[in-house]
């Protein structure tokens, strides 16, 4: 295989999986109510298992990026306000998924 063969494959491979990050990235903070997340780094919000030490539940979801809009949920203690990549901005509303 020449040179220029293998190059032009290692460069395509690279494309792709730049692409395919550039897709799905951040999806993972994608919740919806009911579901658990935990914020270990600032900036940062993973799903977990509402089991899962430190987890929050979401409590309510609305668009837009006014996080005192949670003031009004119950038992909201922690509001994040999320910024997709080509989507509109929206709020999760959290608190302790410890019933």
Request: charged share 15%; hydrophobic share 40%.
């Amino acid at each position: 295989m020449s040179r220029k063969v293998v190059w032009g494959i290692v460069a395509g491979a690279l494309l792709a999986a730049g692409y395919l990050y550039w897709v799905n990235e951040g999806r993972g903070h994608y919740a919806a109510v009911g579901d658990c997340v935990t914020s270990p780094r600032a900036g940062e919000l993973v799903h977990v298992s509402c089991g899962s030490t430190g987890a929050l539940q979401v409590l309510a979801k609305f668009s837009g990026d006014d996080s005192n809009r949670c003031d009004a949920v119950n038992g909201t203690t922690r509001a994040f306000v999320e910024y997709p990549r080509g989507a509109a901005a929206f709020v999760l509303c959290a608190g302790s998924a410890k019933k």
